[in-house]
């Protein structure tokens, strides 16, 4: 009997096409709304998370000067490092820290026989592998003796490698930057995009010393440096350490008490957190938006339901005549209020997706469609037609068929 | 043997914004299995009333009603569209299928509420379609029927769970004379062939003429009851008759 009420609910909504699809609209437009938001809320959060993961855990990264421009990578020229190795040395030191390590990095042509490279190259100590938690997966990191040496070596991200050697192994081969010869000794494993969508694997890792001695011009040997960045023990050792960071560096540059911090500390976590609580706000406030148009849509439903009652009183007479309970006149009408809602939220989780998968063909990021999502945008659709299909089923459930019948 | 109906003083008040309104004042007949019989009795005169309470549609005030031998006054709504469903068979002046549905499928609608499989209900009221001489019209709906036609749908679906009682509103109302005559006869051949009892409710003499017995009512009251003689169906409006007399003692 079940089955045969589906059917004929479904081919009541047929009978009445137009009417089915416009009153399917509401559940329609809230569902593609709940799905689109949760779709781009989960990429904005997959998105930030990997990009953190991406810069290497629990990592707090110093600048030099009080300018504080864009990531922190991108001081003006000229303008004067104000950081020294002494002081990444001292930051080393500190409780809770792993490691620290001094780095500059600037873009550079790269080239090995014929091939060549526009990357980004980043020059620093051994413990900046351990600071990115970032280890070569062929070969191996220079060591703090080849820092200490000016060794001519190099680590290449995996872009780099696929670029300028191809289907080659790169390990063992020269390289050139700036007409300085390098030899490759490690390859780093892939990690994708970073904060702003540039790839981090598109990089290569020099040590810092036979940079600055070479690649840098040469002759003079400076002490001073852009930024280092350091890693912490546990998450909660990164406030701590950001404040005795900054205690210790103000000490260390004689700055009186007037006088503006000549250096900027990040806390990449924190402003993920920050971004993604601020991203789910606004999720959330559009998912709202949803819920509203979900409920809208239910009331919708339930003025149809109300309207399809009343016309079809004499109907719902004949049935009552031939055998049908009211427990089987109200589960029909519930069935039909029912697929109006289940129908219009498949629709809208199509509409939904549809319109994700678009909009991140032209986000920075991926959205995210999730399964959940998907359940839960029918379970709370299934509950708004039972809901708002429940008084109208009721009504037609007391008609007395002597009077429908009459109607 | 059990009478399909037994009715005894049966009385029916209705309360409406006037006051209380007595429809029938202690109605009693019954119908044995296998009768071909009308009631008869102008608009007001109660017929309505009591062709509800045969229908199990609505139930007396007071009185005694055995359906099929059974005291069906306590029943609750469910348990009376079970036995509508299983045990009567309703036939309407203006048919009352459903527009959306194919004569096949109006014929098996009782058959879903009596919980038949799908195969079984499609073989059921195809082999009833035959019956009423509609073979071949089983995917037609009933726009695409004449009005005899429909009126024989709705009897095949009247006959779908082989009811005690058919039971029908003024057949013939809604069809011309020729078309209504043979619909009169479908139902005569299904009493005489099939065992069908069956109880027509109108106020057209021609039609009760076609029946063996008249039950004729007016003012809530029976006013005959008998075999459809001359008299007993010209009887109009303002006429006195006599109350036949094994109903008046």
Redesign the interface.
């Known amino acids: 009997?079940f089955?045969?009420?589906v059917a004929e609910a479904w081919?009541?909504l047929i009978?009445n096409r137009l009417r089915s699809s416009l009153t399917m609209l509401g559940m329609i437009i809230g569902v593609a709304a709940v799905i689109l938001m949760l779709a781009i809320g989960s990429g904005v959060q997959a998105y930030i998370e990997k990009s953190i993961s991406a810069l290497g855990s629990n990592l707090l990264i110093v600048n030099s000067g009080a300018a504080r421009s864009g990531g922190g990578f991108s001081q003006g020229g000229g303008t004067a490092p104000t950081l020294t190795l002494d002081d990444a040395d001292a930051i080393a030191r500190l409780p809770g820290v792993i490691a620290a390590a001094p780095q500059s990095g600037f873009a550079s042509q790269v080239v090995a026989g014929p091939a060549n490279w526009l990357t980004q190259v980043s020059t620093s100590t051994p413990a900046w592998f351990q600071v990115q938690d970032w280890f070569p997966d062929e070969g191996r990191p220079f060591t703090e003796m080849e820092n200490r040496q000016a060794a001519r070596v190099a680590v290449l991200g995996r872009k780099v490698a696929d670029e300028l050697f191809g289907a080659n192994d790169p390990l063992g081969q020269q390289i050139r930057v700036r007409g300085i010869t390098f030899t490759v000794i490690g390859i780093l494993p892939t990690r994708g995009q970073g904060i702003g969508g540039a790839n981090r694997d598109d990089t290569i890792v020099l040590p810092l010393t036979a940079s600055q001695r070479l690649v840098q011009g040469g002759g003079t040997f400076r002490r001073s440096i852009r930024t280092i960045s350091l890693s912490v023990e546990t998450p909660e050792d990164l406030e701590p350490t950001e404040e005795a960071i900054a205690q210790l560096l103000r000490r260390r540059h004689r700055l009186g008490p007037s006088q503006v911090d000549d250096f900027t500390i990040t806390n990449i976590t924190a402003v993920g957190d920050t971004f993604k609580e601020t991203t789910g706000a606004i999720s959330l406030l559009l998912g709202a938006i949803g819920g509203i148009s979900l409920v809208v849509g239910g009331i919708g439903i339930m003025n149809i339901m109300l309207v399809s009652v009343t016309e079809r009183t004499?109907?719902i007479?004949?049935?009552?005549?031939?055998?049908?309970?009211?427990?089987?006149v109200r589960l029909q009408f519930l069935l039909e209020a029912l697929m109006l809602s289940l129908v219009g939220c498949l629709a809208g989780v199509a509409f939904g997706a549809g319109i994700a998968v678009i909009a991140g063909k032209f986000l920075p990021f991926a959205t995210v469609i999730s399964p959940a999502s998907i359940i839960v945008s029918f379970a709370i659709s299934a509950g708004i037609g039972i809901f708002f299909g429940w008084y109208p089923a009721n009504q037609a459930a007391k008609l007395s068929?002597?009077e429908a019948?009459r109607s | 043997m059990v009478a399909v109906l037994d009715l005894a003083g049966i009385v029916k008040d209705y309360a409406s914004e006037a006051g209380a309104f007595r429809a029938l004042h202690g109605v009693s007949f019954a119908v044995q299995q296998g009768e071909f019989m009308s009631i008869m009795g102008p608009s007001g005169s109660g017929k309505s009333t009591l062709m509800n309470i045969i229908g199990c549609l609505d139930t007396a005030t007071e009185g005694r009603f055995l359906f099929d031998g059974t005291d069906i006054s306590a029943y609750d709504e469910a348990a009376l569209a079970k036995l509508r469903n299983s045990a009567i068979g309703f036939i309407f002046q203006q048919f009352n299928l459903l527009p959306r549905l194919s004569s096949l499928a109006n014929v098996a609608l009782p058959l879903v509420y009596a919980g038949l499989s799908r195969k079984e209900r499609e073989a059921r009221a195809a082999e009833l379609l035959a019956l009423v001489g509609l073979a071949g019209k089983e995917a037609s709906r009933p726009s695409q029927l004449s009005g005899g036609q429909q009126q024989r749908v709705a009897i095949a679906r009247a006959l779908a769970n082989n009811p005690r009682l058919l039971l029908a509103d003024e057949p013939t109302g809604a069809l011309d004379t020729k078309t209504g005559a043979e619909v009169l006869d479908l139902f005569r051949k299904l009493n005489s062939e099939r065992g069908v009892t069956a109880v027509i409710v109108t106020h057209d003499p021609g039609v009760a003429a076609a029946t063996n017995r008249v039950v004729r009512i007016q003012d809530g009251l029976i006013t005959y009851d008998g075999p459809p003689t001359q008299d007993a169906l010209a009887g109009g409006a303002g006429h006195e008759y006599a109350v036949h007399p094994e109903v008046a003692a």
Request: net charge positive; glycine share 12%.
């Open positions: 009997m089955g045969s009420m081919s009541a009978a004499r109907e007479g004949i049935r009552m005549a031939i055998g049908a309970s009211r427990a089987a068929p002597i019948l």
